[in-house]
């Protein structure tokens, strides 16, 4: 099997590797991989060689948790999977492999496309961000950052109960957030955010911001934004790549 690892900073390589798939273990299960998540700000930060982060692999490396396949053969006592399902996982990209069936997989719906069922990890961290933060259906939410899982929240949050308002740096993501059911989408660096925000919200303020984004600036607008005694959710690797921080 091909496996894609980084063996240092912009040292990405498609390497061959063994995968005995002749004696599965009673528990295993084989997977072909039909399509792999990029992640923009997780993915391409460690393959630029950005700063570690705590509990990362060092060097050499695998890349990649968001892989969708068809499982090609189960050992005997497997029960959650049958030969020809489609799953998610959270294993690097690789263009097969085999894993325990008590690790993290589960099935895709058969009428959701691959290039959408393969996000499903992520968009379950998405979700997460509104659990962790004790989200209450009605609440007013903006989420800051709109890579994949900033996408995620938005896409969730109407789901939730939510009234969502994007806030991003680039007019396409903006679009993609209003396509994805976004009430509103604003610029981070919008000279009337903050009124806008009051608008959107009826006087009251945001409730909950979700941050997506790793850089300062989006740090200072999320906390800058949420009302007194609001939350802040954050679900991304703060300041990565960037100088230290420089204001309270």
């Known amino acids: 099997m091909k496996i894609a690892m980084l063996r240092g900073p912009r040292d990405l390589r498609i390497e061959e590797q063994p995968l005995d798939t002749s ?3 009673p528990h295993e299960i084989w997977v072909e991989t039909r399509i792999s998540a990029l992640k923009i700000g997780t993915d391409r930060g460690n393959y630029e060689g950005a700063e570690r982060v705590p509990g990362a692999p060092d060097f050499p490396r695998w890349v990649g948790d968001s892989n969708l396949g068809i499982v090609r053969g189960i050992g005997n006592a497997v029960t959650r999977v049958q030969v020809g ?3 998610i996982t959270r294993m690097p990209h690789q263009s097969a492999y085999i894993m325990d069936e008590s690790e993290s997989l589960v099935k895709a719906p058969p009428n959701v496309a691959d290039e959408d069922a393969v996000y499903a990890h992520l968009y379950a961290l998405s979700a997460h961000c509104y659990h962790k933060a004790h989200f209450k259906p009605g609440e007013t939410v903006a989420v800051v ?12 949050g109407p789901l939730f109960g939510a009234r969502v308002v994007a806030i991003g740096n680039d007019a396409f993501r903006l679009d993609l957030a209003q396509r994805m059911g976004a009430h509103a989408t604003l610029l981070y660096n919008d000279p009337d955010l903050q009124s806008k925000l009051n608008e959107f919200s009826d006087g009251a303020g945001i409730d909950l911001v979700v941050l997506t984004a790793n850089p300062w600036p989006a740090y200072r607008t999320a906390v800058e934004i949420v009302r007194p005694n609001g939350r802040v959710s954050i679900v991304s ?4 790549g960037e100088a230290a921080l420089d204001f309270n």
């Open 237 to 240: 690797l703060l300041g990565r």
């Open 23 to 25: 004696q599965l273990q």
């Open 85 to 87: 399902d489609r799953i």
């Open 145 to 156: 950052g709109l890579g994949t899982l900033g996408l995620g929240a938005v896409a969730v």
